[in-house]
């Protein structure tokens, strides 16, 4: 499922405020609740379950509020997931932690407690439902709302309502399913291309370096370094400082992601590639072994936005085994297998002497294992081959040089990137 955030400035009509805040008020009693419930000194006792919460919550805490039934259960979620980041810091990241504390300034809608109209929506609250309609930006050209919110297949899944100064803010989720149509690419051009922790995030066969991985883990560490500042201080807003943060640094990061796979599937594109191969996933954690959970979820993500992207213009995402796309030498029939053929970014045959960057060298590599399972897998697939720099290179290692003029230019460099 493809997910997307954005924000929406809400000017509520006829009163609501008070009920508005009042619901606030509730919702954060409700979280409180529930999260005094789970809490422990010992962290080993702390009870994150969101079921074994609810069983031991839910009745109470609608007695004590005035809330929905589903504003009490978004309420528990939203205090398991703190307490399950408790644990979570504790017991893998070994940092000092403390009970979270929720301020009156959230309550999370789904789908039975927020209906969206064209102009406005309503909102449940402890007493009946408010209306508050949209205020939209006066350019909304080439922003997330003409992106998102007018475009039918984008679904309002859920929101959080928030209060900063007096304004109230709605941050909603999109959803949109993937479609998976995976027609069959009869013969075909194929785009490899390889996935790194470090130095660019995507290489292509084409030679396009895209996106940098130092920077994004960089930017994921200082973000982590802050939360953790944060917990430690244990201060009364920092739970849901932390909370905000993470939201930010979330749509900050599948943003930056979102742009790669972009220029992947423009690469793609440019060369008339049918497909794009890409490492299976589990291969992918398997071969980078010290990949943070971070990095695994941003190749997932990279994956998913390139398969989405790719769809748009009928080309066919497939992944491949990774096993020795990096120590293969990828230059025409030669193919020769070494560890010591790379050196970091170095590839250099030991039989050929051919050099290349080891990152390109592997994106070549990727592309010739779905081309090599295209014709080993039957009929039909004789005339496909990977796109290269200048040319393409088919499963023999023959190698064409492109016809067009001018159409291959140099490596997409994008500075944003
Ligand atoms: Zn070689």
């Given amino acids: ?42 962290p080993a006792n702390i009870i994150d379950s969101k079921s074994e919460l609810h069983d031991a919550t839910y009745e109470e805490v609608r007695e004590q509020t005035d809330l929905v039934a589903n504003h009490v259960q978004a309420a528990r979620s939203l205090a398991a997931e703190a307490l399950d980041s408790c644990t979570e810091l504790y017991f893998e990241e070994d940092q000092a932690i403390s009970k979270p504390t929720f301020r009156g ?6 789908s039975r407690t927020i209906t969206f109209n064209d102009d406005h929506c309503t ?63 009869e013969n075909g051009t194929v785009l490899g291309v390889d996935f790194n922790v470090d130095g660019y995030l995507a290489v292509t066969s084409t030679g396009a370096f895209l996106g940098n991985a130092d920077f994004l883990t960089h930017k994921r560490d200082v973000y982590e370094r802050k939360r953790g500042n944060l917990q430690q201080t244990g201060t009364r807003s920092a739970h849901l400082t932390i909370q905000s943060m993470g939201d930010r640094f979330g749509n900050w990061s599948e943003d930056y992601l979102h742009r790669v796979a972009l220029a992947i599937v423009l690469e793609a594109r440019r060369h008339d590639c049918d497909a794009i191969a890409v490492e299976n996933l589990k291969q992918i954690r398997e071969r980078i072994s010290n990949a943070s959970k971070f990095q695994q979820w941003a190749f997932k993500k990279l994956q998913e936005f390139v398969a989405y992207k790719a769809e748009d ?105």
């Fill in 1 to 42: 499922m493809l997910n997307r955030n954005c924000e929406v400035k809400l000017d509520v009509l006829n009163d609501g405020d008070a009920l508005l805040d009042e619901t606030f008020e509730q919702f954060r009693e409700a979280a409180q609740y529930v999260a005094d419930y789970g809490w422990s000194d010992n």
């Fill in 313 to 417: 213009y009928g080309i066919l995402v497939d992944d491949v085994k990774p096993q020795y796309t990096s120590q293969r030498c990828s230059h025409s029939e030669c193919g020769f297998t070494h560890e010591d053929n790379r050196d970091g970014d170095e590839f250099e045959c030991l039989k050929c002497g051919k050099e290349l960057h080891s990152d390109y060298n592997a994106a070549r590599n990727v592309g010739w294992r779905l081309v090599q399972h295209w014709l080993k897998s039957g009929a039909g697939r004789a005339n496909c081959q990977v796109a290269l720099k200048s040319g393409t290179v088919n499963g023999n290692g023959e190698f064409s040089p492109t016809t067009k003029s001018g159409s291959t230019g140099s490596p997409l460099t994008s500075p944003r990137l």
């Fill in 105 to 110: 300034t959230v309550v999370v809608y789904d």
């Fill in 123 to 185: 909102l449940s609250t402890t007493d009946g439902r408010v209306t508050a309609e949209y205020v939209f930006p006066e350019d909304a050209s080439d922003t997330p709302f003409e992106t998102y919110w007018e475009d039918p297949a984008w679904e309002k899944s859920s929101a959080t309502l928030h209060k900063r100064e007096g304004t109230y803010y709605l941050h909603v989720n999109f959803q949109k399913e993937p479609e998976t149509d995976t027609s069959t690419v």
